[in-house]
């Protein structure tokens, strides 16, 4: 291959860039404009008034405080869950592996909008109520296939001679867990934990079926698209979930170095 | 004798796959015992089954006269070094090799202690707080050792431990080991597919074939009354004769290429085979002959002489009676052990 | 002296005995607690899912009958109203797919022959962050830029090009008031999302095209033109097979796009949720939420051929 690349290539790469992330900038430009009603270009005049206004909001605040409850106990519960599996799948030969992987790929496979409906009508005919439960069973369904993505990658790196040594040196199953293999994924859980936290902080096709009445910060942040007046205090909370969501991802990616294990990692909405 | 290990019909089925097919064996105490054998001979297989990292199908394996055929690994007195060293990544070198007293609850100043003075006797002092990725080949394996013989054990498995190293490292090492074992009294299992190493180490040596013993001798043994064929080529080089032979009778016998001689000329008679000269190999101190003769090829090795012989001269070769060794026959392949 | 130190480890160390004597009990232990999960909550609820598709609404009473009936189906496929909507979200998802196809191509083919070291991790970082940050924020943005008097108007003006958009706007089927209320707009926005997913696997089966190869080809005297064609193209196939799984199968399911930026017309997932929801109608819910397992599953049989689950 030539040593340089086309000028077309160059401009068709970089364009393709700059229309993925161009949106994400004109949000932050935004936040700043002193129009409340349109979206006039330019902004007519830039304040920091909205700001204020978003960190006045109780509704926001107490959207936040739910998404986060909700994403720390999703993601607490699908690091057990994902753990084991992907121990299970590593360690063990068995009858039906195929179908364990069938089931662990379809969450991320079909649309979320299916485990969404499929959630509610089930909750509907067992005669529960949605609640912060239902929204968390939701939500540690598809970060468990994350988490196990993670870990099972790095699973793969161990080299089962590890596993072996400490046995032979006198450490029980135990020991090796915790001396050996725990340091061993390490990292890996904490990357996948991230990723789970991020992806259940931001759920929201799910979590509308899920959610009955309690507002997560997506649901609550949706509604607000919809209402013509104070649209900038939209824009603040969308620079602030970036920013929640960016630094769990960027942690992540330095803790698998390459970032090759955060493929798509389970992120389908 | 004490006897360390002792395997009795000891059977390993993978799927349809006898890694291991009834093996009897003694192991003595204080002894260097290879397990030789090509892969997938079931070398390593018997190996693991005496450390415990695989399950017996059937049989048993009695160490140090307990029946020890269901223990797992970490009750067994029994180390390893595993061919790939298995070091813990995240630990340092010193913290390696204390591990097996750390998991035994012996506190860390003494366990420390006692992982320097291995280190001392492996020469790695002074690396004590380095990480496994930060030491070469050799020096791994140094850790390896010093990880798997802190606690003393009684019996020592190596799993092909200097395959990874460079040749003449390798040749250090192999004479390091088998002072150390001297020195230490520990009774070591060694899995190898290099017959030199095999030969120059032990005191006696299991040829593996198909999951079974081929034969299990001295190296000296081995290499001058190799039962099988499989034997005879495996463990040095031969020359497989066959047919009826004056004063021994009918059947397949080997012939090592030093002990055939070789002259210039067509003087046949009994016990002699003219010959083509097909190729010739100077090696240094010998010479290696290949002689195309009715029926088959020879190959003669010989001290080196000013004057080599051209390929195509027509030539004469010549053994004494008592060089050819009977050969019974071997192990044969079995259809479900050929996967 | 070694065996005396043994600490008391009593319990544990039967138990791990009782797991190295029965692996098959480890494996049962650490697999049925997520299985469960995954069998009961997640498949369970599919199932449900599914059984509701067969049930259906009393046309008089209003009331949902728990008896098998292919009604509901009947009813799906021969609306020509519901018709339609299946139609335009498959059109919609195949356009979206060819878009994000185009796009991405040659981000990858950039990153996978002309970056190395720093600057691919850059580039990597570049892609991974948008498929990572929140998804309802860039449907936002996406809506934002492409306002009546927002953004990308104003650069259109600017170029003096609004002749331009006023024609795609006046395109029938296409166009609308503006472009955040048009299928045009739609179908931008959706490309924007669904870009990322395109790229990775993109990227990942042309990294593994062998710089070797490209090499030899040229060796061999082929002109660029062919080096593409005979080798990159064969071996990036699998990679867009994959990345369009992606941007077809989330393009058929979503619903909040459609909401947020689009026409009155509607798409299957948003009948999933204005059935299930201010309509009431489970069955019909379920039923259009058949649709796009069976499309999807459709699509899979003929990407397959492409040899695409090798590159997910």
Not at chain 1, 234 to 241: D, E, H, K, L, P
Not at chain 2, 250 to 277: I, K
Request: aromatic letters at 10%; one cysteine or more; charged letters at 15%.
């Amino acid at each position: 291959m030539k040593a340089k690349p086309s000028l077309a290539l160059r401009i068709a790469a970089i364009a393709g860039i700059a229309f993925l992330h161009f949106p994400l900038l004109i949000i932050l430009l935004y936040a700043f404009t002193t129009e409340d009603r349109t979206y006039q270009f330019p902004p007519p005049g830039l304040t920091l008034k909205w700001f204020g206004v978003a960190f006045a909001r109780q509704d926001m605040w107490a959207a936040l405080g739910l998404s986060l409850r909700v994403a720390l106990v999703a993601t607490a519960v699908a690091l057990v869950l994902g753990t084991m599996v992907a121990g299970a799948m590593y360690r063990f030969n068995f009858l039906g592996k195929d179908v364990v992987t069938l089931s662990l790929i379809l969450p991320i496979a079909l649309p979320g909008i299916l485990t969404g409906i499929a959630l509610l009508t089930t909750i509907n005919r067992l005669g529960l109520e949605p609640s912060f439960w239902t929204i968390v069973i939701g939500h540690a369904t598809f970060c468990m296939v994350t988490v196990y993505n993670n870990v099972v990658a790095r699973f793969r790196r161990l080299t089962p001679s590890q596993i072996e040594a400490s046995m032979d040196l006198g450490a029980d199953g135990f020991q090796t867990f915790r001396y050996v293999i725990l340091p061993g994924i390490a990292t890996a859980l904490l990357a996948g934990g991230m990723l789970a936290f991020a992806l259940s902080f931001d759920e929201v096709i799910v979590t509308t079926f899920t959610a009955g009445q309690d507002k997560t910060l997506p649901i609550w942040f949706l509604s607000e698209l919809f209402k013509p007046r104070e649209r900038p205090v939209t824009n603040v909370v969308a620079i602030f979930v970036t920013a929640v969501t960016f630094v769990p991802i960027l942690l992540a990616q330095r803790l698998t170095q390459s970032g090759e294990e955060l493929h798509g990692g389970g992120k389908t909405t | 004798m004490q006897t360390a290990v002792q395997l009795i019909n000891l059977t390993c089925i993978f799927g349809n796959v006898r890694a291991v097919d009834r093996v009897n064996l003694e192991v003595y105490s204080g002894e260097f015992f290879s397990m030789l054998g090509p892969s997938g001979s079931g070398k390593t297989t018997c190996l693991r089954l005496i450390g415990g990292f695989e399950a017996p199908s059937s049989g048993q394996i009695v160490l140090f006269g307990q029946d020890a055929s269901r223990l797992p690994p970490y009750a067994r007195d029994v180390n390893t070094v595993f061919q790939d060293y298995a070091l813990f990544p995240h630990m340092s070198v010193l913290d390696n090799v204390a591990y097996a007293l750390m998991v035994r609850g012996v506190p860390r100043a003494e366990r420390h202690r006692r992982a320097g003075e291995m280190l001392e006797l492996v020469k790695l002092s002074g690396m004590e707080h380095r990480r496994p990725s930060q030491l070469s080949g050799g020096q791994r394996q140094r850790v390896a050792l010093a990880r798997a013989l802190i606690n003393q054990p009684r019996l020592l498995l190596l799993d092909e431990p200097l395959g990874a190293l460079d040749l003449k490292l390798r040749e250090e090492m192999q004479i390091e080991l088998k002072a150390l074992q001297r020195s230490l009294g520990i009774t070591f299992i060694y899995v190898t597919h290099d017959q030199g190493e095999a030969l120059s180490m032990s005191d006696r040596v299991a040829v593996f074939n198909h999951g079974q013993i081929e034969q299990l001798d001295t190296p000296k043994g081995l290499y001058e009354h190799p039962q099988t064929e499989f034997v005879a080529r495996f463990v040095g080089s031969a020359n497989i004769l066959e047919g009826r032979l004056i004063g021994l009778g009918e059947g397949r016998f080997a012939l090592r290429p030093e002990r055939v001689r070789l002259v210039a000329g067509s003087e046949p008679g009994a016990h002699r085979l003219v010959g083509r000269l097909l190729d010739v190999h100077y090696l240094g101190s010998q010479t290696r002959y290949e002689v195309q003769v009715e029926g088959g090829r020879i190959t003669a090795l010989a001290p080196s002489q000013e004057e080599i012989l051209p390929a195509g001269s027509v030539v004469t070769l010549s053994w004494d009676a008592t060089s050819l060794r009977p050969l019974a026959d071997g192990i044969p392949a079995r259809p479900e052990a050929s996967v | 002296m070694t065996q005396t130190l043994r600490p008391p480890r009593g319990l544990w160390r039967r138990v791990s005995d009782l797991f190295y004597l029965h692996p098959g009990l480890l494996l049962f232990l650490l697999l049925v607690p997520p299985m469960l999960w995954m069998g009961i909550i997640y498949l369970g609820s599919l199932f449900n899912l599914l059984l509701y598709s067969f049930y259906s609404i009393n046309g008089f009473t209003g009331q949902l009958e728990y008896r098998f009936t292919l009604d509901t189906f009947k009813t799906l496929l021969t609306t020509p109203a519901n018709t339609d909507i299946v139609i335009r979200t498959v059109l919609m998802a195949l356009a979206v797919t060819l878009a994000c196809g185009l796009i991405a191509f040659p981000i990858a083919f950039y990153m996978a022959f002309y970056t190395r070291g720093n600057t691919r991790t850059l580039w990597y970082m570049l892609v991974l962050l948008p498929l990572w940050s929140s998804y309802l924020v860039r449907v936002y943005a996406g809506r934002l830029i492409l306002a009546q008097e927002g953004v990308v108007s104003w650069f259109f003006a600017q170029l003096h090009l609004s002749w331009l958009l006023d024609a795609i706007l006046k395109t029938p089927v296409l166009g609308g008031p503006s472009l955040a209320s048009s299928y045009f707009g739609m179908f931008v926005v959706f490309t924007y999302i669904w870009l990322p997913y395109m790229i990775l696997p993109l990227l990942a089966s042309l990294e593994r095209v062998p710089k070797s190869l490209i090499q030899a080809s040229a060796d061999l005297g082929a002109r660029p033109g062919q080096t593409f064609r005979r080798v990159i193209w064969p071996l990036a196939v699998p990679g867009v097979a994959a990345g369009s799984i992606f941007t077809f199968s989330l393009t058929l399911g979503d619903y909040i796009i459609p909401q947020v930026v689009g026409q009155p017309g509607f798409f299957i997932g948003q009948m999933v949720y204005i059935q299930q929801g201010t309509a009431g109608n489970i069955p019909l819910a379920a039923a259009f939420s058949v649709v796009p397992i069976v499309v999807i599953t459709l699509y899979l049989l003929l990407v397959r051929r492409l040899g695409a689950f090798d590159a997910l």
